[in-house]
């Protein structure tokens, strides 16, 4: 299934569970696709409830932004379009680079379809080293990798809270192979420009944003996160009284894929306390 985003781009997605079923969209973090989220599709599904997973402009099978806009306004505005064309309430879930668009769409014309929010592992004031080991990692590697082995030896290096998978085919979903025969990430690179002054000239609109949250919130945080401390969920919960928080012990920032089955049973009891309620 496909969406048009602004400026007439394309945006693909995907969909589980009974079309009639209470609503969640998840936006996924930079440089991931709407595959990281696929066993919560499958999760929610199993239990009636319908998923929407979407690829960012920019990734996975959404179009390139021809102008190379990849500013938090333009994937706000891409979301609230979706939105509107569904034209039902849904719970919004983001990680990272999605739950900062979920954020600022809260404070837009439109938000009334958003019923709930769910950030994973992400607050208006991150970590600074945390968000520039993971901007490093997504800007890095700009000349590919000549086998999905290196790439994987990469993302282990990144994320060494994991074990590494013996086989690497899970990776072609996030490398497309090109015409010199290395493995690119499949997303656009001019998606890394002003990344850093990017989040620094939002955080003030985002701390506004979330004191002006009256819907239900749940902030997700991995444990071994170093993008989300203690003080950073405290600072949240200070602007939004009403968080619910779920630690997950195993997890670090890639917290929904880290410990999936965890992260789904809190994004399902979410939506069943908050979404079921407002639909019936």
Request: hydrophobic share 40%; glycine share 10%; proline share 5%.
């Amino acid at each position: 299934m496909s969406f048009r985003g602004r400026g007439g781009i394309t945006l693909a997605g995907e969909s589980w569970g009974p079309e009639s079923g209470p609503l969640t969209v998840f936006l996924h973090g930079g440089g991931q696709t709407r595959h990281s989220w696929k066993d919560s599709g499958a999760a929610l599904a199993k239990v009636g409830l319908r998923a929407l997973l979407l690829d960012a402009r920019g990734h996975g099978e959404s179009d390139w932004a021809p102008d190379g806009d990849y500013s938090r306004e333009s994937m706000t505005a891409d979301l609230l379009g979706i939105l509107a064309e569904l034209d039902r309430p849904a719970i919004v879930v983001g990680a990272s680079m999605g739950g900062l668009t979920a954020l600022l769409a809260t404070d837009r014309p439109g938000s009334e379809r958003i019923a709930g929010l769910v950030m994973v592992d992400v607050v208006p004031r991150p970590e600074h080293e945390g968000v520039e080991r993971v901007l490093n990692f997504l800007g890095g590697h700009q000349d590919g990798f000549a086998t999905l082995d290196e790439a994987a030896d990469a993302v282990a290096e990144y994320l060494p809270h994991r074990t590494r998978p013996r086989n690497p085919d899970g990776l072609r979903r996030n490398l497309r192979l090109r015409e010199d025969g290395r493995w690119y990430w499949h997303w656009d690179p001019a998606m890394m420009s002003g990344k850093v002054e990017d989040i620094e000239a939002h955080t003030v609109a985002l701390e506004n944003a979330a004191r002006e949250l009256t819907i239900p919130v749940l902030l997700v945080r991995g444990r071994l996160s170093d993008v989300v401390s203690e003080q950073g969920v405290e600072d949240f919960r200070a602007l939004v009284p009403q968080l619910e928080y779920v630690e997950i012990k195993a997890a670090a920032h890639t917290a929904a894929s880290d410990v999936n089955d965890e992260f789904s049973d809190a994004v399902v009891d979410f939506v069943r306390a908050h979404l079921d309620e407002q639909q019936g």
